[in-house]
Protein backbone atom coordinates (compact mmCIF):
# COMPACT_ATOMS: atom_id res chain seq x y z
CA UNK A 1 0.00 0.00 0.00
CA UNK A 2 2.97 2.42 0.72
CA UNK A 3 5.37 1.48 -1.61
CA UNK A 4 9.18 1.27 -0.53
CA UNK A 5 8.96 3.76 2.33
CA UNK A 6 6.79 4.26 5.31
CA UNK A 7 3.96 6.73 5.14
CA UNK A 8 4.80 10.18 5.94
CA UNK A 9 2.93 13.30 7.82
CA UNK A 10 0.16 14.05 6.48
CA UNK A 11 -0.57 11.61 3.69
CA UNK A 12 -3.51 9.24 3.81
CA UNK A 13 -3.36 5.97 5.44
CA UNK A 14 -4.67 2.61 5.15
CA UNK A 15 -8.62 1.60 6.13
CA UNK A 16 -9.99 -1.57 6.09
CA UNK A 17 -13.48 -1.32 7.74
CA UNK A 18 -17.21 -2.71 7.62
CA UNK A 19 -19.78 -0.27 8.29
CA UNK A 20 -23.23 -0.53 9.20
CA UNK A 21 -25.77 2.24 9.04
CA UNK A 22 -28.95 1.79 11.98
CA UNK A 23 -32.43 2.18 10.31
CA UNK A 24 -34.77 4.50 12.56
CA UNK A 25 -32.84 4.24 16.14
CA UNK A 26 -34.16 5.36 19.60
CA UNK A 27 -32.60 8.83 20.61
CA UNK A 28 -29.92 8.79 23.38
CA UNK A 29 -32.37 10.66 26.63
CA UNK A 30 -34.98 7.97 25.62
CA UNK A 31 -32.50 4.63 26.64
CA UNK A 32 -31.46 3.02 29.43
CA UNK A 33 -28.97 1.29 28.63
CA UNK A 34 -27.10 0.87 25.17
CA UNK A 35 -25.11 -2.34 25.93
CA UNK A 36 -22.20 -3.85 23.52
CA UNK A 37 -20.83 -7.28 23.54
CA UNK A 38 -17.79 -8.01 21.24
CA UNK A 39 -15.38 -10.83 21.39
CA UNK A 40 -11.99 -10.25 19.50
CA UNK A 41 -8.75 -12.01 18.94
CA UNK A 42 -5.69 -10.54 17.65
CA UNK A 43 -3.97 -13.84 14.95
CA UNK A 44 -1.41 -11.54 13.48
CA UNK A 45 -0.09 -8.11 14.15
CA UNK A 46 4.08 -8.07 12.27
CA UNK A 47 4.67 -4.75 11.64
CA UNK A 48 7.69 -3.76 8.69
CA UNK A 49 10.29 -1.49 10.23
CA UNK A 50 11.05 0.84 7.74
CA UNK A 51 14.36 2.65 8.15
CA UNK A 52 11.68 6.01 8.43
CA UNK A 53 9.38 4.25 10.69
CA UNK A 54 8.36 6.59 13.72
CA UNK A 55 5.88 4.59 16.41
CA UNK A 56 3.66 7.44 16.17
CA UNK A 57 3.46 8.00 12.85
CA UNK A 58 3.04 4.44 11.67
CA UNK A 59 0.90 2.46 13.85
CA UNK A 60 -2.22 -0.61 13.51
CA UNK A 61 -5.33 -0.36 15.00
CA UNK A 62 -8.54 -2.55 15.36
CA UNK A 63 -11.08 -0.80 16.74
CA UNK A 64 -15.17 -0.39 16.61
CA UNK A 65 -16.81 3.08 16.04
CA UNK A 66 -20.07 4.70 16.87
CA UNK A 67 -21.47 7.66 15.07
CA UNK A 68 -23.60 9.68 17.61
CA UNK A 69 -25.55 11.70 15.24
CA UNK A 70 -27.89 14.34 15.76
CA UNK A 71 -30.60 12.98 13.43
CA UNK A 72 -33.67 15.64 14.60
CA UNK A 73 -34.28 17.49 11.08
CA UNK A 74 -35.77 20.16 13.13
CA UNK A 75 -32.65 21.33 14.72
CA UNK A 76 -29.51 23.39 13.67
CA UNK A 77 -26.83 21.20 14.05
CA UNK A 78 -29.14 18.24 11.71
CA UNK A 79 -26.47 15.40 10.24
CA UNK A 80 -23.46 16.35 12.83
CA UNK A 81 -21.59 13.76 14.66
CA UNK A 82 -19.23 12.38 16.68
CA UNK A 83 -17.25 9.24 16.57
CA UNK A 84 -17.57 7.67 19.51
CA UNK A 85 -14.61 4.60 19.69
CA UNK A 86 -13.88 1.54 21.11
CA UNK A 87 -10.17 0.72 20.96
CA UNK A 88 -9.28 -3.17 20.86
CA UNK A 89 -5.95 -3.57 20.08
CA UNK A 90 -2.94 -1.26 19.16
CA UNK A 91 0.37 -2.30 18.32
CA UNK A 92 1.66 0.29 20.20
CA UNK A 93 0.81 -0.62 24.06
CA UNK A 94 -0.68 -3.82 25.58
CA UNK A 95 -4.17 -1.16 26.06
CA UNK A 96 -5.05 1.59 24.10
CA UNK A 97 -4.95 4.93 25.18
CA UNK A 98 -8.02 7.49 25.17
CA UNK A 99 -8.15 9.66 22.47
CA UNK A 100 -10.45 13.00 22.60
CA UNK A 101 -9.75 15.41 19.77
CA UNK A 102 -10.88 16.66 16.03
CA UNK A 103 -10.64 13.73 13.12
CA UNK A 104 -7.85 14.65 11.10
CA UNK A 105 -8.65 11.75 8.91
CA UNK A 106 -11.03 14.12 6.34
CA UNK A 107 -14.16 14.24 8.57
CA UNK A 108 -13.22 17.07 10.89
CA UNK A 109 -15.62 16.01 13.49
CA UNK A 110 -15.03 14.94 17.61
CA UNK A 111 -13.75 12.01 18.38
CA UNK A 112 -14.20 10.27 21.25
CA UNK A 113 -12.04 7.28 22.86
CA UNK A 114 -11.73 5.97 26.00
CA UNK A 115 -8.84 3.93 27.16
CA UNK A 116 -8.98 0.53 26.64
CA UNK A 117 -9.32 -0.09 30.28
CA UNK A 118 -12.75 1.04 30.27
CA UNK A 119 -13.80 -2.05 28.33
CA UNK A 120 -12.11 -4.66 29.35
CA UNK A 121 -9.03 -5.78 31.80
CA UNK A 122 -7.51 -8.04 28.88
CA UNK A 123 -5.13 -7.16 26.54
CA UNK A 124 -5.43 -8.37 22.60
CA UNK A 125 -1.59 -8.53 22.61
CA UNK A 126 -1.64 -12.09 24.04
CA UNK A 127 -3.64 -13.15 21.24
CA UNK A 128 -6.22 -14.83 23.58
CA UNK A 129 -10.32 -14.10 23.15
CA UNK A 130 -10.90 -11.04 24.87
CA UNK A 131 -14.79 -10.12 25.64
CA UNK A 132 -15.72 -6.44 25.31
CA UNK A 133 -19.23 -6.46 27.66
CA UNK A 134 -20.11 -2.72 28.74
CA UNK A 135 -22.79 -0.38 28.56
CA UNK A 136 -22.23 2.33 26.30
CA UNK A 137 -24.83 4.79 26.87
CA UNK A 138 -22.84 6.49 29.81
CA UNK A 139 -19.72 6.86 27.32
CA UNK A 140 -21.69 8.19 24.67
CA UNK A 141 -23.39 11.22 27.10
CA UNK A 142 -19.93 11.86 28.73
CA UNK A 143 -18.57 12.19 24.83
CA UNK A 144 -21.17 14.95 24.14
CA UNK A 145 -20.30 16.88 27.50
CA UNK A 146 -16.65 17.09 26.43
CA UNK A 147 -17.62 17.42 22.67
CA UNK A 148 -19.86 20.73 23.54
CA UNK A 149 -16.50 22.12 26.10
CA UNK A 150 -14.61 21.68 23.37
CA UNK A 151 -16.88 23.75 20.83
CA UNK A 152 -18.25 20.81 18.81
CA UNK A 153 -21.98 19.94 18.08
CA UNK A 154 -22.79 23.33 20.13
CA UNK A 155 -25.87 23.78 17.80
CA UNK A 156 -27.89 21.60 19.89
CA UNK A 157 -27.58 19.87 23.65
CA UNK A 158 -30.37 18.31 23.89
CA UNK A 159 -29.81 14.37 23.77
CA UNK A 160 -33.04 14.00 22.60
CA UNK A 161 -31.64 14.88 19.23
CA UNK A 162 -28.69 12.59 19.40
CA UNK A 163 -29.03 9.29 18.01
CA UNK A 164 -26.14 6.15 17.49
CA UNK A 165 -26.81 6.45 13.72
CA UNK A 166 -24.30 3.55 12.52
CA UNK A 167 -21.18 2.02 13.25
CA UNK A 168 -17.73 0.75 11.59
CA UNK A 169 -15.28 -2.09 13.01
CA UNK A 170 -11.77 -3.27 12.04
CA UNK A 171 -8.22 -1.57 10.66
CA UNK A 172 -6.57 1.79 10.46
CA UNK A 173 -3.00 1.15 9.35
CA UNK A 174 -0.79 4.22 8.91
CA UNK A 175 2.25 2.06 8.94
CA UNK A 176 3.55 -0.97 7.15
CA UNK A 177 1.96 -4.08 8.97
CA UNK A 178 0.87 -7.83 7.84
CA UNK A 179 -2.48 -8.09 10.54
CA UNK A 180 -5.63 -10.30 11.08
CA UNK A 181 -8.08 -10.37 13.26
CA UNK A 182 -10.97 -12.32 14.48
CA UNK A 183 -14.50 -11.34 15.96
CA UNK A 184 -17.09 -13.28 17.14
CA UNK A 185 -21.06 -12.25 19.08
CA UNK A 186 -20.75 -8.29 18.05
CA UNK A 187 -23.75 -7.22 19.45
CA UNK A 188 -25.41 -3.55 20.60
CA UNK A 189 -28.46 -4.20 22.53
CA UNK A 190 -30.78 -0.95 23.50
CA UNK A 191 -33.19 -0.54 26.16
CA UNK A 192 -35.84 1.91 25.66
CA UNK A 193 -37.36 3.43 29.07
CA UNK A 194 -40.50 2.56 29.65
Known sequence: ?????????GEPWVHLLVDQP???????????????????????STCVRTDDYTPGLHAAQFQIFF???????????YGRYLWF?????DDRRRVPNAHKSQDT??????????????????????????????????????????????????????LADYRISGMNIGWEVPGIFDVEMQIRNLSLKVCPRQ
Open 1 to 9: EYGTRARRQ
Open 22 to 44: FNDPPALAGLLEARLHAEGRLLR
Open 67 to 77: TVQNLNRQSKG
Open 85 to 89: GVPIY
Open 105 to 158: GGTGMFIFTPGGKTFTGQSAHDGEWITIDCDLLPLMREALETAWQRGFLIESKD
